[in-house]
């Protein structure tokens, strides 16, 4: 095969996986570091820096490749977004909340639910919240 004929080659990582006791563990390990978080719960890279250190010696035998600080800030990120999600349905009239089974939804109430999605929420399905 020629140099202008190469194979096209992916630089594609495998992809992260974080199970229920690696979210606990590293939301767990966040807490301890709330003092530098401040108000919007926002930390610097090096409580990511730490926490990386901390979900990888705790877990080493994990799926997937080990957390990088960058996995970590948007993991936290991710959490984040879907805290405020459940926070804000939690106030709104008409709709149930359980931290078990997630949003009570029936058909008196689906409609009234696409309808605030569609308005609020947009990119934010009820099955990324359950």
């Known amino acids: 095969m020629s140099s202008q004929q190469r194979e096209p080659t992916t630089s594609r990582r495998p992809a992260t996986h974080w199970d229920i006791k690696q979210e606990k563990a590293f939301t767990a390990f966040l807490v301890t570091c709330k003092s530098e978080a ?3 719960m926002s930390f610097r890279n090096t409580v990511f820096s730490d926490a990386t ?3 990888n010696t ?9 957390k990088s600080q960058s996995l970590c800030r948007s993991k936290w990120a991710a959490l984040k977004k879907s805290y405020n999600t459940v926070k804000n349905i939690k106030t709104l009239s008409g709709f149930s909340w359980s931290d078990e089974s ?7 109430t689906s409609g009234a639910w696409e309808a605030h999605l569609k308005v609020r929420l947009p990119k934010i ?6």
Request: hydrophobic share 25%; aromatic share 4%; no cysteine.
């Open 38 to 40: 401040g108000d919007t």
């Open 53 to 55: 250190i901390h979900i």
């Open 58 to 66: 705790k877990f080493p035998n994990q799926k997937g490749p080990p």
């Open 102 to 108: 997630g949003i009570s939804l029936t058909p008196e």
């Open 125 to 130: 399905s009820p099955h990324e919240i359950v």
